[in-house]
């Protein structure tokens, strides 16, 4: 399933089997982004942002809103939803020894 909510109302501790896509639109929204999330749980988002956000999360890996977006986001979107899907097998296989994962996106 998959919903659409504002920065502030994603809690901090993403949930596993969870992959968390975040569009960055302003300045302010990248401070809030760069305050909450920023270097925690990677493997579990994915960072979007307009071209007045993109300066500020230069340090971070971003695909930006350009003429490229869509191939960019597709290609990083499926590079995201492997490494989830099998870092999700590998722990849930671990657990109940079926290897049967579930993601949530």
Do not use: W
């Not at 993403?14 to 968390?20: G, N």
């Not at 401070?31 to 909450?36: D, I, K, Q, T, V």
């Not at 988002?45 to 350009?66: E, I, K, N, R, Y």
């Not at 870092?87 to 657990?95: D, E, T």
């Amino acid at each position: 399933s998959s919903s659409t909510t504002a920065l502030d109302g994603v809690p901090e501790d993403l949930p596993q089997s969870t992959l968390h896509i975040f569009f960055v639109q302003t300045a302010s929204d990248a401070e809030a982004y760069l305050g909450r999330f920023a270097g925690r749980q990677c493997e579990r988002q994915m960072l979007t942002a307009a071209a007045s956000a993109a300066p500020l999360l230069s340090a971070f890996a971003c695909v930006p809103l350009d003429g490229e977006f869509a191939r960019n986001f597709f290609e990083a979107f499926a590079a995201k939803l492997a490494k989830l899907a099998h870092m999700q097998r590998g722990s849930q296989a671990a657990a109940d020894g079926d290897g049967a994962a579930s993601l949530r996106v």
